[in-house]
């Protein structure tokens, strides 16, 4: 009887892990420490142009084609759009060249813009957990912007 009621509750434990491990559908902000979680770029402003969208795409195609950089995160905001990276482990030691390098691209390619490009692993974790934030329908446009400006705030005190 004792056997049966252990093993009993062993399986309930076991199933309730297990539909707990398979319930983070937009929870990538917990994987990005561990391993390259390629989000989506995104535009805070909901109502965002065709164009406004292929833009955001392609800063981050022109972001990930750098060959020291493995993951990218993009968030474009009303003033400014947030570039967050992580670096292969290798080219760690030419961050700076590396930071350069990017800033000067994209500034060709979009001299209008205003960018803000980060390589500090705490930013990417905050933009990540941004991008989860506006995963939901009801995390509202002003919210999001005031989270943005936040990230911004700290990327600029870590520098």
Same mark, same amino acid.
């Given at each position: 009887?004792?056997?049966?009621?252990?093993?009993?509750?062993?399986?309930?434990?076991?199933?309730?892990?297990?539909?707990?491990?398979?319930?983070?559908?937009?929870?990538?902000?917990?994987?990005?420490?561990?391993?390259?979680?390629?989000?989506?770029?995104?535009?805070?402003?909901?109502?965002?142009?065709?164009?406004?969208?292929?833009?955001?795409?392609?800063?981050?195609? +022109? &972001?990930?084609? #750098? !060959? /020291?950089? %493995?993951?990218?995160?993009?968030?474009?905001?009303?003033?400014?759009? @947030?570039?967050?990276?992580?670096?292969?482990?290798?080219?760690?030691?030419?961050?700076?060249?590396?930071?350069?390098?990017?800033?000067?691209?994209?500034?060709?390619?979009?001299?209008? +813009? &205003?960018?803000? #490009? !980060? /390589?500090? %692993?705490?930013?990417?974790?905050?933009?990540?957990?941004?991008?989860? @934030?506006?995963?939901?329908?009801?995390?509202?446009?002003?919210?999001?912007?005031?989270?943005?400006?936040?990230?911004?705030?700290?990327?600029?005190?870590?520098?």
């Amino acid at each position: 009887m004792i056997i049966k009621k252990g093993s009993f509750l062993l399986s309930i434990l076991s199933i309730c892990f297990l539909l707990t491990g398979c319930n983070d559908e937009y929870n990538d902000s917990r994987w990005s420490l561990f391993k390259k979680v390629d989000p989506e770029p995104m535009s805070i402003n909901k109502e965002n142009s065709i164009d406004e969208k292929a833009m955001v795409e392609d800063i981050k195609k +022109e &972001t990930a084609s #750098v !060959s /020291s950089i %493995f993951d990218v995160a993009v968030i474009r905001g009303k003033k400014e759009t @947030l570039i967050a990276y992580k670096v292969k482990h290798m080219a760690r030691f030419k961050m700076k060249s590396i930071e350069e390098e990017l800033k000067e691209k994209l500034k060709s390619k979009y001299p209008d +813009e &205003t960018f803000i #490009v !980060s /390589s500090d %692993f705490k930013i990417f974790l905050e933009t990540m957990r941004l991008w989860d @934030l506006m995963q939901d329908p009801a995390f509202s446009e002003k919210k999001a912007n005031k989270r943005l400006e936040d990230i911004v705030h700290l990327n600029n005190e870590l520098t």
